[in-house]
């Protein structure tokens, strides 16, 4: 086997099948070894969180029934006061974040300025990662400019097959929304960067398969290819290549699972879309793994990452919770008599974030770290309420970052600190030189190691 540059990042297979690989020691330069490239994800969860599962101390404003709601009973009063402290105690909703918690930091009293004119939710997930200054836009309702994931991809993302990957785990078709409730992802004003919503899409535009049938298992297609390769590295790379190998395995069976349940629901008289009962977490975590493949074998470096689009009343299977679809949005609505139900898919969603944590901290890195120790990854909503639809007190956690991010801990920013302070900070951390971002005033200097 030729051991080319192209070869040792390569696997091909017939019908231009490619499956990239991962560092690899083996077939590594000293070089090559050395350069960890910094990487950033946006984790998006549309219609906000009910407040007080999340946030700290709010639990005492309304005490709901059942077994969350006695939970929260033991939560103390926040004291408005503090800018940081160390994260300890976790709300019902943050309770599956406990192993990550010494890799993650909780933000709160990030606002972002709703512009009058145009639908509350319409801006806050199209905006999210533009926070433009309200009414500075010439020729739109929303305050959209060029989104921080194409900014930073300018920096971070010249290189890469991809400059940046957009997905949205939104299976439903039946779309009565504009594009600016299912995408965060824009290259200006008016100028969307469409997502990819279906898993198999995903599949064929990362490993350059046709999609037929004679293309379907890229693992078979270079199989001998990875054989061949198999032979020239080292024990520990053998079992590392295994392990990533069988993982592109599980991708395609679980990827095939799912298409025939679509298949066979299809043929059944059902109210809702087919779509509507495949089973949520699977399906977000299968979107979840294709995006780690594609960061941990550098096709990108920047990544947007929809749970879902905002107000589509299409409900969702969410299993292990309900023995029916349910939809967010309507459930969102009904809080008084829907907290419990809400408060479980406000932690469902969480579950999915610290998956996406768990599953990149299990990728090491060419300088003994993971990656997700060179990633930041931040999961957000575009409201901080999403039965008030309030813009102020954004629920957000960064984690990731390895030294370069304090981790570990509870920070509170003073009211009426913009969300783009955020983006601003991000961004010089992954080494733009930028001193403001939209409508910031300033970085966040207690999220900076």
């Given at each position: ?92 909703t943050l309770e599956p974040l406990e192993k990550f918690k010494h890799k993650a930091t909780l933000i709160t009293g990030m606002d972002r300025t709703f512009q009058q004119g145009t639908d509350v939710h319409a801006q806050c997930a199209s905006c999210f990662l533009s926070s433009a200054k309200p ?315």
């Open positions: 086997m030729k051991k080319s540059i192209s070869r040792r990042h390569l696997l091909r297979g017939l019908g231009g099948a490619a499956l990239a690989l991962p560092w690899l020691e083996s077939l590594a330069s000293t070089q090559a070894a050395a350069e960890v490239p910094l990487r950033m994800v946006q984790f998006y969860v549309p219609i906000g969180v009910v407040r007080r599962g999340f946030f700290p101390g709010e639990a005492n404003h309304v005490i709901p029934k059942g077994n969350l709601g006695n939970h929260m009973k033991s939560l103390g009063e926040q004291d408005p006061t503090f800018r940081t402290k160390p994260l300890t105690e976790l709300t019902p009414y500075t836009i010439q020729g739109s309702a929303w305050p959209l400019d060029r989104t921080l994931d194409h900014i930073v991809a300018d920096h971070i993302g010249r290189t890469t097959p991809f400059r940046t990957l957009e997905l949205s785990c939104n299976s439903h078709k039946d779309n009565k929304e504009s594009i600016y409730f299912d995408n965060i992802s824009w290259y200006g004003t008016g100028h969307v960067a469409p997502s990819l919503r279906d898993p198999r899409k995903v599949y064929q535009r990362l490993f350059s398969s046709r999609g037929d049938a004679q293309t379907r298992a890229i693992t078979d297609l270079v199989l001998q290819d990875a054989n061949d390769l198999k032979r020239d590295l080292g024990y520990a790379d053998r079992e590392k290549f295994t392990e990533y190998f069988d993982s592109i395995r599980t991708i395609e069976t679980q990827m095939s699972r799912l298409e025939k349940m679509k298949s066979e629901l299809a043929k059944v008289s059902i109210e809702e879309p087919p779509e509507a009962y495949l089973p949520r977490g699977e399906y977000i975590r299968l979107m979840g793994d294709l995006m780690v493949v594609a960061l941990q074998t550098g096709l990108t470096n920047v990544a947007t990452f929809m749970v879902g689009p905002e107000r589509w009343d299409t409900p969702y299977m969410f299993e292990g919770l309900f023995d029916k679809p349910r939809s967010h949005h309507q459930m969102s609505h009904n809080q008084t008599k829907m907290i419990d139900d809400l408060l479980e898919v406000d932690k469902f969603h969480m579950q999915q974030y610290v998956y996406l944590l768990e599953k990149m901290d299990q990728v090491d890195q060419a300088d003994g770290t993971s990656l997700l120790d060179n990633t930041l990854v931040t999961y957000g909503s575009g409201l901080g309420d999403g039965s008030t639809h309030q813009y102020n007190d954004l629920p957000i956690i960064v984690a990731g970052g390895g030294k370069r991010l304090k981790s570990g801990q509870h920070i509170n920013m003073p009211e009426g600190t913009p969300l783009a302070n955020l983006w601003l900070t991000q961004a010089q951390m992954l080494g733009l030189p930028i001193q403001e971002f939209a409508d910031s005033t300033g970085t966040i200097e207690a999220l900076i190691a």
